[in-house]
Every structure is written in structure tokens, then in C-alpha cells.
């Protein structure tokens, strides 16, 4: 059984910095399209990154320069590096995981995995 955890969620002051973590157990294929989403309260969920097992990354505009998605294959384990955080990034992020999915940040709030979330918040 695939399961996600994710962690390194909190509240920070805008302008301020966070990495999340996700690890990944039940599979040691590194062939998963890893991502993130987020769901802010009221709002619908967003695809934010993913990154293919070649490295290879897609992002939303919206975090262009300021989030970085990595992965360690080795550690079976996904990062997301939150930079000069906005008010607007306040949110619930979830990792996801998908071995046959198109890898892209778009498809990511539909991928066959998911973790249960951790939250953000950031206040101006």
C-alpha cells in the first residue's frame, strides 16, 4: 500500500521561508510522478509542481521563482522549498504520487496518490 506523509508545514510572516517534506512508502519504483497541490479554505484545489524521476520539472505560474520541487529517489522522499511567501500561499499542501499519470503540475490534484496534507499559513 502507497502511502504519503507529508511535513514542515507552519506559520510564517510573509516574506518568509518553509520546506515542506513528503515521504513516499509501498513502492521503490522511482518511475512515480511526484507533485504538490494546495487547497486554500473556500477555494478549489491547485496543481502547484511536479517532478518527473528524471528531475524534470512543471510549476504554476503563480510560485514561478519563488517554490522549488526536488526529490531524493534514494530517500523515496519529495521536497517543496517555499521562498518569499505571500498571504495568497495560505493554504493545505498535499503531496501526491502517480506512476502513470502525465507528469505536469496540471494533472497533479488528480494523481492516483495523495497524502493527508499540511498546512501553511502566512500572515502579512
Known amino acids: 500500500q502507497v502511502q504519503l506523509v507529508e511535513s514542515g508545514g507552519g506559520s510564517v510572516q510573509s516574506g518568509g521561508s518553509l520546506r515542506l517534506s513528503c515521504v513516499a512508502s509501498g513502492y521503490s519504483d522511482s518511475r512515480y510522478c511526484m507533485g504538490w497541490f494546495r487547497q486554500a479554505p473556500g477555494k478549489e484545489r491547485e496543481g502547484v509542481a511536479a517532478?518527473?524521476?528524471?528531475?524534470?520539472?512543471t510549476n504554476t505560474a503563480t510560485v514561478e521563482g519563488r517554490f522549488t520541487i526536488s526529490r531524493d529517489n534514494a530517500k523515496n522522499t519529495m521536497y517543496l522549498q517555499m521562498n518569499r511567501l505571500q498571504p495568497e500561499d495560505t493554504a493545505t499542501y498535499f503531496c501526491?504520487?502517480?506512476?502513470?499519470?502525465?507528469?505536469?503540475?496540471?494533472?497533479?490534484?488528480?494523481?492516483?496518490?495523495r497524502g493527508q496534507g499540511t498546512g501553511v499559513t502566512v500572515s502579512s
Open positions: 501526491a504520487a502517480d506512476r502513470y499519470a502525465t507528469c505536469n503540475h496540471y494533472y497533479v490534484t488528480s494523481f492516483l496518490y
Open positions: 517532478i518527473a524521476s528524471d528531475g524534470s520539472t
